[in-house]
C-alpha cells in the first residue's frame, strides 16, 4: 500500500511538471510543425514547377482567348477565407467527437454497476432458468466462466505492467526526462485494446519531438515503441491471454475484429471477457458446442484423430514430430496404447464403412511403416552382406513388411539363438494383416525397453520348429483373435502349448475392436489377458517403468 502510494505521488507530481511545462515546448512544437510542413510540401513544389516549366503560362494563337497585350490590366486573384472558429464552436466540435464513445462507455460502466449489485440474484435467476436438474452443470459453468474472465484481467494488468516498465526502462536510457511518467501512462492506456496503444505512442512521440532539437532521438524513441509493441502484440499478448483464458491466439484477435466493429471501443474492452464466457457456455451446452470446437484453445481432437487425420493425408513429417516429442516423455509401448493404436482402430472402421479410398490406405500403410523404423528402428543393417535385400512395402502387408525388414538385417530369427533359457520374448499372430501389425509393434516396443522381442506367424511349420530351443522362450504374446477367427487361432493355441509347454501365454487385446471375440471365449486357451502393450512391458520388464 505505501509502495502504491509513494509511486502515485510520484508520478502526479511528474504529471504536475510536464502541464507547467507546457507552454514551453508551444514554440519548438510549431517549429517541428513547419519543418515537416515544409519537407512534406517540397516534393509537390518541385512537381508543380516542373510541370509550369513544361507548359505555357499564356495560350497559344490558335486559342480562342486573347493573349495578354502590354496595356491590358493584370486580373485581380480574389480568396474566400472562412470565419475563424471560436472558441464555443471548437468545444462543441470536440465534444460531438467525444460524445459517442463517452456515452457508450458510460452506458456500459451503467450495466456494470447494476449487475455487480445484482450478482448474487442474478446467479439465483440462472440456476433457476437452467432447471432443477441442471443444477450441477450450471452452477460449474458459472464458476468456469468467472475463473476465466479473473484470469484474462489478471494476465492483462501482469502484461500491461511488464509492457509499461519495459517502456519506460526504454526511454530512460534513450535520455527521455520523466520516463517513469510515460511508462506508467503506456501501460494504463494498454488497457484500451489497439487505440490505447496509439494514443500512448502519440503522447511519447510528441513530447519527445518537443524537447529533441533534432529529429534523431524522436525516431529512436518511436522505433523502440513499436518493436515493443509488435512483440507484445503478435507473441505475448496472444499466447498469454490464449493460454490464461482457454482460447486459441486466432479467437483472441477474431475476438477483438468482430466485438469491435459491433460496439466500437467498447467492444475492444469486452472482447475477450465475452468470448471465454462464450467458449465456457460451449463447453456445457450442446447446442453451443461449436463455439467452443472453433474458438478454444484446444482443437479438442484426441492424440489418436490427430495421427489418423494426419495419416490420411499422408503427413509423416508430422506425426513424426509429434511422436518424436511424446517419446521424449513416455514409452514407444505407451505411444502405441494411446496413440497409433486407437488411431488405427479409426482407420478400420472407417475402412469397413467404405470411406477410405485405396490412395489413403497407401497413405496409412506407409506412415505406419515409417513410424514405427523412425521411432523403435529394428536394428542397425550390416555395411554389407548376404543378408541385406530390399524390402518393398507393396510386396506384403505392414506388419510382414516390417518383420521382414528386421529379419533382412538380424537374420532369419531376428537376432542369435544363442543366448540362455527363457531369455526370449515371443510375439505371435495369425496370419492375417492385423495380427502381423499388433506382433510387430509388441515386439518393437519390447526391444526398445531392453527385451529379446521376436515376432512370429501362427501356426509355425514343422520345419522351423527346433524342440532343443523350445526352453529359450518364456513368454509368447498372442494378438487378440477376432470372432471369424476364433477356431484357427484356438488350434493355434493348442499347438503352441504343445511347442512351448513352459512359455506363458499372455492375448493382447491393445485396441477395442467390436469384431473381436469374446472374453469367456479366449480366456480358457491362455494364461493371461491383457489390454495395453504398458501391460505386457511391465510383465516381462518389471523393472523397467512402462512410462518414462
Given at each position: 500500500g505505501?509502495?502504491?502510494?509513494g509511486?502515485?505521488a510520484?508520478?502526479?507530481?511528474?504529471?504536475?511538471?510536464?502541464?507547467?511545462?507546457?507552454?514551453?515546448?508551444?514554440?519548438?512544437?510549431?517549429?517541428?510543425?513547419?519543418?515537416l510542413?515544409?519537407?512534406?510540401?517540397r516534393?509537390?513544389?518541385?512537381?508543380?514547377?516542373s510541370l509550369?516549366?513544361?507548359?505555357?503560362l499564356?495560350?497559344?494563337?490558335?486559342?480562342?482567348?486573347?493573349?495578354?497585350?502590354?496595356?491590358a490590366?493584370?486580373?485581380?486573384?480574389?480568396?474566400?477565407?472562412?470565419p475563424?472558429?471560436?472558441?464555443?464552436?471548437?468545444?462543441?466540435?470536440?465534444?460531438?467527437l467525444?460524445?459517442?464513445?463517452?456515452?457508450?462507455?458510460?452506458?456500459?460502466?451503467?450495466?456494470?454497476?447494476?449487475?455487480?449489485?445484482?450478482?448474487?440474484?442474478?446467479?439465483?435467476?440462472?440456476i433457476?432458468?437452467?432447471?432443477?436438474?441442471?443444477t450441477?452443470?450450471?452452477?460449474?459453468?458459472?464458476?468456469?466462466?468467472?475463473?476465466?474472465v479473473?484470469?484474462?484481467?489478471?494476465?492483462?494488468?501482469?502484461v500491461?505492467a511488464?509492457?509499461?516498465?519495459?517502456i519506460?526502462?526504454?526511454l530512460?536510457?534513450?535520455?527521455?526526462?520523466?520516463?517513469?511518467?510515460w511508462?506508467a501512462?503506456?501501460g494504463?492506456l494498454r488497457?484500451?485494446?489497439?487505440?490505447?496503444?496509439?494514443?500512448?505512442?502519440?503522447?511519447?512521440?510528441?513530447?519527445?519531438a518537443?524537447?529533441?532539437?533534432?529529429?534523431?532521438?524522436?525516431?529512436?524513441?518511436v522505433?523502440?515503441?513499436?518493436?515493443?509493441?509488435?512483440?507484445?502484440a503478435?507473441?505475448?499478448?496472444?499466447n498469454?491471454?490464449?493460454?490464461?483464458t482457454?482460447?486459441?491466439?486466432?479467437?483472441v484477435?477474431?475476438?477483438?475484429?468482430?466485438?469491435?466493429s459491433?460496439w466500437g471501443?467498447?467492444?475492444?474492452?469486452?472482447?475477450?471477457?465475452?468470448?471465454?464466457?462464450?467458449?465456457?457456455?460451449?463447453?456445457?451446452?450442446?447446442?453451443?458446442?461449436a463455439?467452443?470446437?472453433?474458438?478454444?484453445?484446444?482443437?479438442?481432437?484426441?492424440?489418436?484423430?490427430?495421427?489418423?487425420?494426419?495419416?490420411?493425408?499422408?503427413?509423416?513429417?508430422?506425426?513424426?514430430?509429434?511422436?518424436?516429442?511424446y517419446l521424449?516423455?513416455?514409452?514407444f509401448?505407451?505411444?502405441?496404447?494411446?496413440?497409433?493404436?486407437?488411431?488405427?482402430?479409426?482407420?478400420?472402421?472407417?475402412?469397413?464403412?467404405?470411406?477410405?479410398d485405396?490412395?489413403?490406405?497407401?497413405?496409412?500403410?506407409?506412415?505406419i511403416?515409417?513410424?514405427?523404423?523412425?521411432?523403435?528402428?529394428?536394428?542397425?543393417?550390416?555395411?554389407?552382406?548376404?543378408?541385406?535385400?530390399?524390402?518393398?512395402?507393396l510386396?506384403?502387408?505392414?506388419?510382414?513388411?516390417?518383420?521382414?525388414?528386421?529379419?533382412?538385417?538380424?537374420?532369419?530369427?531376428?537376432?542369435?539363438?544363442?543366448v540362455?533359457?527363457?531369455?526370449?520374448?515371443?510375439?505371435a499372430?495369425?496370419?492375417l494383416?492385423?495380427d502381423?501389425?499388433?506382433?510387430e509393434l509388441?515386439?518393437?516396443?519390447?526391444?526398445e525397453?531392453?527385451v529379446?522381442?521376436?515376432?512370429?506367424?501362427?501356426?509355425l511349420?514343422?520345419?522351423?520348429?527346433?524342440?532343443?530351443?523350445?526352453?529359450?522362450?518364456?513368454?509368447?504374446?498372442?494378438a487378440?483373435?477376432?470372432?471369424?477367427?476364433?477356431?484357427?487361432?484356438t488350434q493355434?493355441?493348442s499347438?503352441?502349448?504343445?511347442?512351448?509347454?513352459?512359455?506363458?501365454l499372455v492375448?493382447?487385446?491393445?485396441?477395442?475392436?467390436?469384431?473381436?471375440?469374446?472374453?469367456?471365449?479366449v480366456?480358457?486357451?491362455?494364461?493371461?489377458?491383457?489390454?495395453?502393450?504398458?501391460?505386457?512391458?511391465?510383465?516381462?520388464?518389471?523393472r523397467?517403468?512402462?512410462?518414462?
Amino acid at each position: 500500500g505505501a509502495a502504491a502510494a509513494g509511486t502515485g505521488a510520484i508520478l502526479t507530481a511528474q504529471l504536475v511538471s510536464v502541464t507547467a511545462e507546457l507552454p514551453q515546448y508551444q514554440a519548438a512544437l510549431q517549429r517541428k510543425a513547419d519543418q515537416l510542413r515544409t519537407r512534406a510540401e517540397r516534393p509537390f513544389a518541385w512537381l508543380e514547377a516542373s510541370l509550369n516549366t513544361a507548359a505555357p503560362l499564356a495560350f497559344d494563337a490558335g486559342s480562342d482567348q486573347p493573349l495578354l497585350t502590354a496595356g491590358a490590366r493584370q486580373p485581380v486573384a480574389v480568396e474566400i477565407h472562412p470565419p475563424r472558429p471560436s472558441t464555443g464552436d471548437t468545444l462543441a466540435r470536440l465534444v460531438s467527437l467525444v460524445w459517442g464513445p463517452l456515452g457508450e462507455a458510460g452506458l456500459v460502466l451503467l450495466l456494470l454497476l447494476f449487475i455487480l449489485l445484482e450478482h448474487e440474484s442474478l446467479r439465483d435467476r440462472l440456476i433457476r432458468l437452467a432447471g432443477q436438474t441442471e443444477t450441477s452443470r450450471t452452477v460449474r459453468a458459472l464458476a468456469d466462466a468467472a475463473h476465466g474472465v479473473s484470469r484474462f484481467f489478471f494476465s492483462q494488468f501482469v502484461v500491461n505492467a511488464v509492457f509499461g516498465i519495459v517502456i519506460g526502462i526504454a526511454l530512460w536510457g534513450c535520455g527521455v526526462p520523466r520516463a517513469a511518467l510515460w511508462g506508467a501512462l503506456s501501460g494504463l492506456l494498454r488497457f484500451v485494446p489497439y487505440l490505447g496503444t496509439l494514443g500512448s505512442a502519440a503522447f511519447i512521440t510528441v513530447f519527445v519531438a518537443a524537447i529533441d532539437p533534432g529529429w534523431s532521438l524522436t525516431v529512436t524513441c518511436v522505433a523502440l515503441y513499436v518493436v515493443i509493441e509488435l512483440i507484445v502484440a503478435n507473441v505475448i499478448e496472444p499466447n498469454v491471454y490464449g493460454h490464461s483464458t482457454g482460447i486459441s491466439p486466432l479467437a483472441v484477435v477474431a475476438s477483438a475484429l468482430f466485438w469491435g466493429s459491433l460496439w466500437g471501443p467498447v467492444g475492444l474492452l469486452i472482447s475477450t471477457p465475452l468470448t471465454v464466457c462464450l467458449v465456457v457456455a460451449g463447453r456445457h451446452v450442446r447446442a453451443l458446442e461449436a463455439l467452443s470446437i472453433l474458438l478454444g484453445e484446444a482443437p479438442n481432437v484426441t492424440a489418436a484423430q490427430r495421427f489418423f487425420q494426419r495419416a490420411l493425408s499422408g503427413e509423416t513429417g508430422v506425426i513424426l514430430r509429434d511422436a518424436g516429442a511424446y517419446l521424449r516423455r513416455a514409452s514407444f509401448a505407451r505411444y502405441c496404447d494411446h496413440t497409433l493404436l486407437p488411431g488405427l482402430a479409426l482407420a478400420v472402421t472407417e475402412l469397413r464403412a467404405g470411406k477410405i479410398d485405396a490412395l489413403q490406405q497407401e497413405h496409412i500403410r506407409s506412415t505406419i511403416a515409417d513410424v514405427a523404423e523412425s521411432l523403435a528402428p529394428s536394428g542397425a543393417a550390416p555395411a554389407r552382406g548376404p543378408r541385406w535385400r530390399h524390402v518393398s512395402l507393396l510386396d506384403a502387408n505392414v506388419g510382414a513388411h516390417l518383420r521382414q525388414l528386421r529379419e533382412a538385417r538380424l537374420g532369419r530369427w531376428q537376432g542369435s539363438l544363442d543366448v540362455p533359457q527363457h531369455s526370449i520374448v515371443l510375439c505371435a499372430g495369425l496370419a492375417l494383416e492385423r495380427d502381423d501389425l499388433v506382433s510387430e509393434l509388441l515386439a518393437r516396443a519390447l526391444r526398445e525397453a531392453g527385451v529379446d522381442a521376436r515376432s512370429i506367424v501362427l501356426p509355425l511349420p514343422d520345419a522351423e520348429y527346433e524342440p532343443e530351443k523350445a526352453n529359450l522362450a518364456s513368454t509368447v504374446f498372442i494378438a487378440y483373435p477376432l470372432s471369424d477367427a476364433l477356431e484357427s487361432w484356438t488350434q493355434a493355441m493348442s499347438e503352441v502349448r504343445t511347442l512351448l509347454p513352459q512359455a506363458m501365454l499372455v492375448a493382447i487385446r491393445a485396441a477395442q475392436d467390436e469384431m473381436a471375440a469374446p472374453h469367456h471365449a479366449v480366456q480358457p486357451h491362455v494364461d493371461m489377458v491383457l489390454r495395453s502393450f504398458e501391460e505386457g512391458l511391465a510383465l516381462v520388464a518389471p523393472r523397467r517403468p512402462a512410462a518414462a
